[in-house]
T-cell receptor, first 113, second 114 residues
Framework: EAGVVQSPRYKIIEKKQPVAFWCNPI?????LYWYRQNLGQGPELLIRYENEEAVDDSQLPKDRFSAERLKGVDSTLKIQPAELGDSAVYLC???????????FGPGTRLTVL | AQSVTQLDSQVPVFEEAPVELRCNYSSSVSVYLFWYVQYPNQGLQLLLK??????LVKGINGFEAEFNKSQTSFHLRKPSVHISDTAEYFC????????????FGGGTRLMVKP
């Protein structure tokens, strides 16, 4: 069974530029999560999807961050414009349902210069 | 709001020595508890979890953890570590009344020396 796939693995951009991250969850997993992991810290939840519906986005900075999961499978997280403080690893995870074990992807390491 | 505290940011240990990574949580309600491992440039992998039942939980790679409700702790242990155990370890908690939202501790870097 393939795991959670994320791309790109690494991204370097200049501040004020837009950036997007893509996540393909494990097949059959209805719940998808985006986390941000700052250097030396644990992951923090940004948004959770149940199928195509965002059910918990209270930690998503909505002025510059957006996310979508249009068909209830793949998801995209976007930052526009990026700021220096957005440098972090962005992790995607999925679970079979909202009670299931979460499986994590390898993450996208974003560096904003 | 619940929180998870990992008291040690780094734990150096020699190969084949025992190790304990400490984790305390703050919650007044029933919780599920987890330990994840993160190898360099990789995602998080579940080591073990406590949902209910026996307070001593055994996981992969020879790790185990003990849930202590009175001390609100969930320390991770391994009797003999290997070089390959060098990684970042994260303790996490789910509040049973808050869906499946994981709250992570700050992580402990285990450094196994030869």
């Amino acid at each position: 069974e393939a795991g959670v796939v994320q791309s790109p693995r690494y991204k370097i951009i200049e501040k004020k530029q837009p950036v997007a991250f893509w996540c393909n969850p494990i097949s059959g997993h209805n719940t998808l999560y985006w986390y941000r992991q700052n250097l030396g810290q644990g992951p923090e939840l940004l948004i959770r999807y149940e199928n195509e519906e965002a059910v918990d986005d209270s930690q998503l900075p909505k002025d510059r961050f957006s996310a979508e999961r249009l068909k209830g499978v793949d998801s995209t997280l976007k930052i526009q414009p990026a700021e220096l403080g957005d440098s972090a690893v962005y992790l995607c995870a999925s679970s079979r349902d909202y009670k299931g074990e979460q499986f994590f992807g390898p993450g996208t390491r974003l560096t904003v210069l | 709001a619940q929180s998870v505290t990992q008291l040690d940011s780094q734990v150096p240990v020699f190969e084949e020595a025992p190790v304990e990574l400490r984790c305390n949580y703050s919650s007044s309600v029933s919780v599920y508890l987890f330990w994840y491992v993160q190898y360099p440039n990789q995602g998080l992998q579940l080591l073990l979890k406590y949902l209910s039942g026996s307070t001593l939980v055994k996981g992969i790679n020879g790790f185990e953890a003990e849930f202590n409700k009175s001390q609100t702790s969930f320390h991770l242990r391994k009797p003999s570590v290997h070089i390959s155990d060098t990684a970042e370890y994260f303790c996490a908690v789910i509040n049973n009344n808050a869906g499946n939202m994981l709250t992570f501790g700050g992580g402990t870097r285990l450094m196994v020396k030869p």
